[in-house]
């Protein structure tokens, strides 16, 4: 599998923007995931979905804003986000997992990631 994050950019506070994140070649998937890190910080849990059947899950920071969903015919994962704030700011990075044995919200569980698209919110 390899993935494809589009769709960032620059976007005042209070904006929205739509992340897309293409899979290509031999799918074995059973999570979607997105990520983001800041400069200097840690990588954080974004948002997830399951592949086959579409529970979500959220970090906490973004919940009510962010909402995660997903094409399974184009091989497509979208990451809507609303409301945008500028501590959302971050480089943002799809994965892929195979089975999650611990938590989805841990990005050990992800074995594939896309190259990343920056999201800067200014104020």
């Known amino acids: 599998v390899q993935l494809q994050a589009s769709g960032g950019g620059l976007v005042q506070a209070g904006g929205s923007l739509r992340l897309s994140c293409t899979a290509s070649g031999r799918l074995s998937i059973s999570f979607m995931g997105w990520f983001r890190q800041a400069p200097g910080k840690e990588p954080e849990f974004v948002a997830a979905?399951?592949?086959?059947?579409?529970?979500?899950y959220y970090g906490d920071s973004v919940k009510g804003r962010f909402t995660i969903s997903k094409d399974n015919a184009k091989k497509l994962t979208y990451l809507q986000m609303n409301g945008l704030k500028a501590e959302d700011t971050a480089v943002y990075f799809c994965?892929?997992?195979?089975?999650?044995?611990?938590?989805?919200?841990?990005?050990?569980?992800?074995?594939?990631w896309g190259q990343g698209t920056q999201v800067t919110v200014s104020s």
């Open positions: 994965a892929s997992s195979n089975g999650i044995t611990s938590s989805v919200f841990n990005p050990t569980m992800y074995h594939t």
């Open positions: 979905i399951r592949w086959n059947g579409g529970s979500a």
